[in-house]
């Protein structure tokens, strides 16, 4: 696919449902008791994962486009997955990570599998927490990441010091604590997005937060509710770093979610010197949401580390990107999760920035990148990776020349309109 300079982009967007909301709505609906209703779910290519593999075990879900109704059969009424065994995750962390907590406590046993991508993301940081919890998981070829062999046991509750901030890893073990004998917590090195304690406690669970460590209760049984999925601010973010780069423009877009452990981009493109402006605020189930008015502003350098990288750590390739539109340094630091993401984040942003001229070095656990260099148009490999193909539809706005993004198709894991409506901004339906 081709991109290439635009005038300017105008007009609104509505951004679709939330990823990470989506697939715990779907998990946590199928293991609560009645019906569960969902207002907005993403219909992407991950959170279909996580449906197709909740129906393979016994669950009634009827899918109507955006609205999604989960016809839940309580803590222990999963099946084993119906003919073969296996659940196929695709090319979705949070649903191999998230599952692999609840089959954890089953009384039946599941290979957990998925793409090329998923058999080389690393595992062993649940397989090592879940293990000490009683859990009987194995990584099929002995490499650390999936397929999983998963035989459910009776689970104990633990006190687990977690090394990365994860909210994957946090989340199998608090679903595997629904499960134990006792309190479960998990203490994290820095916050990560807390959707699983806010939509537990939706659904009924004990479940609290003590500064960076959650803290579970058994559960007897959850319940079923209603759900409005947030619009995905990881997605918006794409149009918020475009608004921002692109001379003259002006976009609106419409009920992003601002829950504070997924912010950082918003409190960074402010650092940046942007002009973001927060419209409509609204609280539902604990989430907020709003509308964001951006437009185009000069931008400058900044330093991007420590406590925020969690709360920012799928947007950091999209601010790369506008980095090099920036005036002056950005440090990008503490961020080796990306190197175990969909794709190395630091390599293919290192490597893909620099074929369109920019000057950015990889460090161990970031980037610098030196802006204010024109960028021109490049062939660009997207690994794959559904967040590399949008950063450089994104970037290929601002540069000179064509930009060819292969593999542009894998959008289709967390935004599959995003082509149109990104056209559709530009006037250029
Ligand atoms: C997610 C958590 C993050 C994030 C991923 C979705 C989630 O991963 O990068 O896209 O839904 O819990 P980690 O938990 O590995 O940081």
């Given at each position: 696919m081709?991109?290439?300079?635009?005038?300017?982009?105008?007009?609104?967007?509505?951004?679709p449902g939330?990823k990470?909301?989506s697939?715990?709505?779907?998990?946590?609906?199928?293991?609560?008791?009645?019906?569960?209703?969902?207002?907005?779910?993403l219909q992407g290519a991950d959170c279909l994962s996580?449906?197709?593999?909740?129906?393979?075990?016994?669950?009634?879900?009827?899918?109507?486009?955006?609205?999604?109704?989960?016809?839940?059969?309580?803590?222990?009424?999963?099946?084993?997955?119906?003919?073969?065994?296996?659940?196929?995750?695709g090319n979705s962390?949070?649903?191999?990570?998230?599952?692999?907590?609840?089959?954890?406590?089953?009384?039946?046993?599941?290979?957990?599998?998925?793409d090329?991508s998923?058999?080389?993301?690393?595992?062993?940081?649940?397989?090592?927490?879940?293990?000490?919890?009683?859990?009987?998981?194995?990584?099929?070829?002995?490499?650390?990441?999936?397929?999983?062999?998963?035989?459910?046991?009776?689970?104990?509750?633990?006190?687990?010091?977690?090394?990365?901030?994860?909210?994957?890893?946090?989340?199998?073990?608090?679903?595997?604590?629904?499960?134990?004998?006792?309190?479960?917590?998990?203490?994290?090195?820095?916050?990560?997005?807390?959707?699983?304690?806010?939509?537990?406690?939706?659904?009924?669970?004990?479940?609290?937060?003590?500064?960076?460590?959650?803290?579970?209760?058994?559960?007897?049984?959850?319940?079923?509710?209603?759900?409005?999925?947030?619009?995905d601010?990881?997605s918006?973010?794409f149009?918020?770093?475009?608004?921002?780069?692109?001379?003259?423009?002006?976009?609106?877009?419409?009920?992003?979610?601002?829950?504070?452990?997924?912010?950082?981009?918003?409190?960074?493109?402010?650092?940046?010197?942007?002009?973001?402006?927060?419209?409509?605020?609204?609280?539902?189930?604990?989430?907020?949401?709003?509308?964001?008015?951006?437009?185009?502003?000069?931008?400058?350098?900044?330093?991007?580390?420590?406590?925020?990288?969690?709360?920012?750590?799928?947007?950091?390739?999209?601010?790369?990107?506008?980095?090099?539109?920036?005036?002056?340094?950005?440090?990008?630091?503490?961020?080796?999760?990306?190197?175990?993401?969909e794709?190395?984040?630091?390599?293919?942003?290192?490597?893909?920035?620099?074929?369109?001229?920019?000057?950015?070095?990889?460090?161990?656990?970031?980037?610098?990148?030196?802006?204010?260099?024109?960028?021109?148009?490049?062939?660009?490999?997207s690994?794959l990776d559904h967040r590399i193909a949008m950063?450089?539809a994104?970037?290929?706005?601002?540069?000179?020349?064509?930009?060819?993004i292969k593999g542009a198709e894998c959008v289709n894991i967390s935004y599959p309109e995003f082509y149109r409506d990104l056209?559709?901004?530009?006037?250029?339906?």
């Open positions: 081709e991109f290439q300079r635009v005038t300017r982009l105008q007009g609104q967007v509505m951004i939330d990470s909301i697939h715990r709505s779907i998990m946590f609906g199928s293991i609560a008791k009645g019906i569960t209703e969902i207002d907005n779910f996580t449906m197709a593999c909740f129906q393979k075990m016994g669950i009634d879900i009827e899918n109507k486009g955006s609205r999604v109704v989960v016809h839940g059969k309580g803590l222990h009424g999963l099946e084993a997955p119906f003919g073969d065994g296996v659940l196929d995750c962390g949070t649903t191999t990570r998230l599952i692999a907590g609840i089959l954890a406590a089953q009384d039946f046993s599941v290979t957990l599998t998925g090329s998923i058999q080389k993301r690393p595992m062993k940081r649940i397989i090592a927490p879940l293990s000490q919890m009683g859990a009987h998981i194995t990584s099929i070829n002995g490499t650390g990441c999936a397929p999983l062999l998963i035989r459910g046991q009776k689970l104990s509750g633990i006190s687990y010091e977690s090394p990365v901030a994860s909210a994957q890893v946090k989340s199998a073990i608090l679903l595997a604590g629904l499960y134990a004998d006792k309190e479960t917590r998990v203490k994290e090195p820095a916050l990560s997005r807390n959707h699983t304690e806010l939509m537990l406690q939706a659904f009924g669970a004990d479940v609290r937060t003590e500064d960076t460590t959650a803290v579970i209760q058994p559960a007897r049984e959850l319940f079923g509710c209603k759900l409005s999925v947030p619009g601010i990881s918006a973010a149009f918020l770093a475009a608004g921002l780069m692109v001379p003259g423009s002006e976009i609106l877009l419409k009920n992003v979610g601002i829950n504070p452990t997924r912010d950082g981009v918003l409190r960074v493109c402010e650092e940046m010197g942007g002009n973001v402006t927060l419209l409509n605020l609204k609280t539902e189930g604990g989430e907020s949401t709003a509308d964001i008015l951006v437009r185009h502003s000069p931008l400058h350098g900044t330093v991007i580390e420590g406590a925020i990288i969690p709360a920012l750590i799928d947007e950091l390739p999209v601010i790369a990107a506008m980095a090099c539109m920036a005036e002056g340094t950005t440090i990008i630091r503490d961020a080796a999760e990306l190197k175990v993401k794709s190395n984040r630091i390599e293919v942003m290192v490597k893909n920035l620099s074929a369109m001229g920019a000057d950015v070095t990889e460090t161990e656990d970031g980037m610098i990148i030196r802006g204010g260099r024109p960028l021109h148009g490049a062939v660009i490999d690994r950063t450089f994104v970037a290929a706005l601002c540069s000179d020349g064509i930009t060819e056209k559709r901004l530009s006037g250029n339906a």
